[in-house]
Nanobody, 121 residues
Framework: QVQLVESGGGLVQAGGSLRLSCAAS????????MTWHRQAPGKQRELVAAISTGGTTKYADSVKGRFTISRDNAKNTVYLQMDSLKPEDTAVYYC???????????????WGQGTQVTVSS
């Protein structure tokens, strides 16, 4: 049993910053790729950023240069630093992790509960 706990969402004015955190907890598991997705009302969920165990990152074009994903492997935690926020960044942000549970062959996708980010104009 593994769970992802997110924090850091909130309301911010355009141009402001927020830092999201997501920590995996449980036992007998290892975490590989971790990602952030977001979903606005009436829109499809989209990948925002991803980071591998080794630190390789990728970003959606819409957030390049403004968002930074990072991780602390010792803490099984991924972060998303969001700067220069725009109203169009408003969405529920979901943490996702590919997790290998001890005794299993393949990884399984775990999702956080989602955290609301609202950017006012």
């Amino acid at each position: 049993q593994v769970q992802l706990v997110e924090s850091g969402g909130g309301l911010v004015q355009a141009g402001g910053s927020l830092r999201l955190s997501c920590a995996a907890s449980g036992s007998r598991f290892s975490v590989s790729t971790m990602t952030w997705h977001r979903q606005a009302p009436g829109k499809q969920r989209e990948l925002v950023a991803a980071i591998s165990t080794g630190g390789t990152t990728k970003y959606a074009d819409s957030v390049k240069g403004r968002f930074t994903i990072s991780r602390d492997n010792a803490k099984n935690t991924v972060y998303l630093q969001m700067d220069s926020l725009k109203p169009e960044d408003t969405a529920v942000y979901y943490c996702n992790a590919d997790i290998l549970v001890v005794g299993k062959i393949s990884t399984y996708d775990y999702w956080g509960q989602g955290t609301q980010v609202t950017v006012s104009s």
